[in-house]
């Protein structure tokens, strides 16, 4: 399993991000996957959740994020996307995607975000 992430940076608060998380290794299409996220000092918590079943797919999100993030997929590709709109400075943080459970050995680099005041 290979997890790349990618898109993050610095932006205003107010401002949006599309993240993007390019997988291989495993079979993506039916696979549950999540975007999680740590901040300085704190825990890795999960932020939004997909699952997807043949055409169906679900989406969760964390309560802090519901209505300004947007977890997507494109199955062609193999990779998934954070849409995250009017962002604000506590959603600084370093952002992965995995499986959800997490694959604890397929931890990526994670991509940073960070939101100035």
């Known amino acids: 399993v290979q997890l790349v992430e990618s898109g993050g940076g610095l932006v205003q608060a107010g401002g949006s991000l599309r993240l993007s998380c390019a997988t291989s290794?495993?079979?993506?299409?039916?696979?549950?996957m999540a975007w999680f996220r740590q901040a300085p000092g704190k825990e890795r918590e999960i932020v939004a959740k997909s699952t997807s079943s043949g055409f169906l797919v679900s989406t969760w999100y964390t309560g802090s994020v519901r209505g300004r993030f947007t977890i997507s997929r494109d199955k062609p590709k193999n990779t998934m996307y954070l849409q995250m709109n009017n962002l604000k400075p506590e959603d600084t943080a370093v952002y992965y995607c995995n499986l959800h459970p997490p694959i604890p050995t397929s931890w990526g680099q994670g991509t940073r975000v960070t939101v100035s005041s």
């Open positions: 290794g495993f079979t993506f299409n039916n696979s549950t």
